[in-house]
């Protein structure tokens, strides 16, 4: 990889302030985009839970993740591949400990060392597992849930169309993508990967957690779709909600042909 190649992107967010001068009200509102030129060594694009179909998801949110693989991150794996963008693939344990591609940055024995030895223990035990006298509290168990979870356990596995390539990276979790970012000198991380609204915001490798680790988190905003209800699916209100929260606090997007063209054209 040509150590001095920079790619030219324009990232964009949501304003939350308006122009000096201009009412504070939410019609005044507006997009912006800025224009980042970065050392292509600096970037990574991160697969996010991009995985095969499973038999207890959604049938209509699985139909819109794998249109979207095959048509929009498969198109943009390849540039990347091509043109010298490293990808990383994050799909989580056990998906990721199965792989040879796995980077086993963190031994077993720094698991779970709380960043806080002194911080109280609380809430109780019973409360967290809602067990005992807070039973009452949990959520009923769906009748096929433990199916689900030997699936996950058993069966889960990268998207045919997205197996890691060659020596691509494979993480299982934040402090893993962290430990790589830090060796490989990453800054700026792409995203792509389901869903929008729950792993994409909820995993410690997901842009909002990467975010607060200091990193820059860019979702490509056609490469994703969230799970949705059946008064939002017409509307895709949830996707569509999700990524504009996260264009107003921190994060940013683009799409996958700006992605494209940023690594044809890079120079």
Not at 23 to 37: G, K
Not at 54 to 70: F, L, S
């Amino acid at each position: 990889m040509n150590e001095n190649r920079v790619v030219n992107i324009q990232p964009r967010y949501y304003r939350l302030f308006t122009d000096p001068g201009i009412e504070m009200a939410v019609e005044n509102y507006s997009y912006d985009e800025l224009s980042w030129e970065m050392p292509l060594k600096e970037a990574a694009l991160i697969s996010l839970d991009v995985w095969s179909r499973t038999p207890w998801a959604a049938r209509d949110t699985q139909d819109r993740a794998e249109e979207i693989v095959t048509s929009r991150i498969v198109p943009l794996i390849e540039a990347c591949r091509a043109h010298g963008l490293q990808v990383i693939h994050a799909p989580a344990n056990p998906v990721a400990a199965r792989s040879p591609n796995w980077v086993h940055l963190v031994g077993e024995e720094e698991k779970p060392h709380p960043p806080y030895p002194s911080s109280p223990d609380w809430p109780p035990s019973e409360f967290r597992q809602k067990t005992g006298d807070f039973a009452k509290y949990a959520r009923p168990r769906e009748t096929q849930q433990e199916e689900a979870a030997r699936f996950r356990s058993e069966h889960r596995d990268f998207h045919p169309l997205v197996r890691p390539d060659g020596d691509e990276a494979v993480i299982a979790d934040g402090e893993e993508l962290h430990r790589l970012c830090a060796q490989r000198g990453i800054l700026h991380l792409f995203y792509v990967g389901f869903y929008t609204n729950a792993c994409i915001v909820l995993r410690d490798y997901g842009v909002y957690q990467m975010v607060r680790r200091g990193y820059h988190a860019i979702l490509i905003r056609d490469c994703t779709t969230g799970m949705e209800l059946h008064e939002t699916q017409d509307d895709l209100i949830c996707t569509r909600g999700e990524i504009a929260s996260v264009e107003q606090f921190e994060v940013y997007t683009v799409t996958s042909n700006q992605m494209i063209d940023s690594l044809v054209e890079q120079r």
